[in-house]
């Protein structure tokens, strides 16, 4: 199954490429020229062409005059139609927004802002991209704002990617429609663990400060009772195999109130996703508790802070976490 829709997904890649000429995200802005306009019959517009020649063999078979001209009459009417579809998206111009971070399994919002330099008004258009549909109208001579929310279900950079932008203005018989790629993607940050344990530190302040925990076997500041949420690394078996109680060695440091959110320090049973979560609850709690706080992750590593930008900029590494050339190359 999966690999059946690996096949047919490049299949429409390579159709969009030989038809559409949709390759790499196109820089702004998108100006729809003539050459990016296709235009085809809808369904109805099928249905409607032929009972059209159904009326013209019935007039043609019994010589009716009304007929022929009732005919001629629906069909240049339809003829008409091709021309106003058309002319609905030409010279439409396209910019994407920024997209502001999400959570997974939030909505991204893609923001395109679309500009009418034509001074008459635009009906009936719509947006397609991640099979959502967004439907507007552009006023004469103005910019307007198109947001289409784009459900999100992993963590990543999630690149809106191929959008249609279509009108079946005035009749419904016939579909003019573009297809392009704007360079819009939207951060999306691990979905925090619904109930996550404790801070690092919590339970260490017994004097009112806090303490941060740093990484490594060079720092033993002491034991204290373990919790679930402990590594097995830093449990002190020597003391429970002496018949003590269960204690966690605690390598920590006072140091102004500083959290150090390591992943080595997590426990060893959580798998990659699992860990990504965590650290997103700890960072959303320190930044509510009002601590600082540094993240170590394999390959990257941020000092102590605090603040808005601090947490976008943890939250994003986290995000990005094992992230492909692909999408490295193309941060902003």
Request: positive net charge; glycine residues 10%.
């Amino acid at each position: 199954m999966r690999r059946a829709a690996h096949l047919a997904a490049a299949l429409r890649r390579g159709a969009d490429r030989w038809l559409f000429r949709v390759g790499k995200p196109e820089a702004a802005p998108i100006r729809l020229t003539q050459r990016r306009i296709y235009v085809l019959p809808t369904p109805a517009g099928l249905g409607f062409a032929a009972a059209l020649a159904v009326m013209l063999l019935t007039s043609i078979n019994y010589n009716l005059s009304l007929g022929y001209g009732l005919v001629f009459l629906l069909g240049g009417a339809a003829t008409a139609s091709i021309v106003h579809a058309f002319r609905n998206l030409l010279g439409l111009s396209l910019r994407p927004a920024r997209c502001e971070p999400v959570f997974a399994g939030e909505a991204a919002g893609f923001r395109l802002l679309i500009d009418n330099p034509r001074p008459s008004r635009r009906p009936a258009l719509r947006l397609r991209a991640h099979g959502q549909v967004g439907t507007f109208e552009l006023g004469p001579a103005t910019e307007s704002t198109i947001l289409l929310a784009c459900p999100t279900t992993r963590r990543g950079r999630l690149h809106l990617g191929r959008s249609v932008i279509e009108s079946t203005w005035p009749l419904g018989l016939i579909r003019a429609w573009s297809v392009f790629v704007p360079d819009a993607d939207c951060i999306v940050h691990p979905a925090p663990e619904p109930a996550p344990p404790p801070l690092p530190d919590s339970g260490a302040d017994g004097a009112g400060t806090s303490a941060s925990t740093r990484e490594g076997d060079d720092d033993f500041a002491g034991l204290r009772a373990h919790r679930s949420a402990d590594s097995p690394r830093h449990v002190a078996w020597k003391a429970l195999a002496r018949g003590g109680p269960m204690l966690t060695k605690q390598y920590s440091a006072a140091r102004g109130g500083e959290l150090l959110l390591a992943w080595s320090a997590l426990p060893v049973h959580l798998d990659d996703e699992q860990r990504l979560s965590r650290l997103t609850a700890w960072i959303l709690r320190a930044e509510q508790d009002g601590r600082r706080y540094g993240l170590h992750i394999p390959n990257t590593r941020i000092a102590p802070d605090l603040g808005h930008d601090h947490r976008d900029r943890c939250l994003r590494a986290l995000a990005l976490f094992g992230s492909t050339a692909e999408d490295t190359e193309r941060r902003p």
